[in-house]
């Protein structure tokens, strides 16, 4: 019978939250279980969700409690993307690794639109200057 699951560690380096949960969880190690295909009931596999099972931390209230959490892996993949960030936000990430494609790159060039440009944008800090629409 072929293994359904994958259990593996996520390391965060701060403290984080997932939908789903009201508590912010603590850095460190924490145990998962990532479901690799759908299970064998499923009757819609097409259907079927990607989940992975976290075993959390103790609480101090309740140091012998064993929890865990299910979470979809969009949730944890975005949890483990924010931390790597350290601290940036999420869209400066999407922004730097759009500005790194050549092929976005050549578009804006031929659009006439900087790296400035959408810098300025992203930065939420209003409509651009006209000169900031240039070319770097």
């Known amino acids: 019978m072929e293994n359904l699951t994958s259990k ?3 390391v965060f380096a701060r403290p984080f939250t997932v939908p789903g949960l009201s508590e912010m969880l603590p850095a460190g190690e924490y145990e998962i279980e990532t479901e690799l295909v759908s299970p064998p009931d499923q009757q819609d596999s097409e259907a079927w ?3 992975v099972l976290m075993k959390l931390h103790p609480q101090i209230s309740h140091p012998g409690l ?3 959490l299910t979470v979809s892996l969009a949730d944890l993949d975005l949890a483990r993307a924010r931390d790597k960030l350290t ?3 999420l869209s400066d990430f ?3 690794g759009m500005l790194a494609d050549p092929m976005i790159c050549l578009v804006m060039e031929a659009d006439g639109v900087s790296a400035a440009h959408l810098r300025h944008l992203y930065s939420g800090s209003g409509i ?3 000169h900031d629409r240039r070319v770097s």
């Open 8 to 10: 593996t560690i996520a």
């Open 49 to 51: 969700k990607a989940s």
């Open 87 to 89: 601290g940036r936000a």
């Open 94 to 96: 999407f922004l730097e």
């Open 66 to 68: 064993a929890r865990t």
């Open 128 to 130: 651009p200057r006209p």
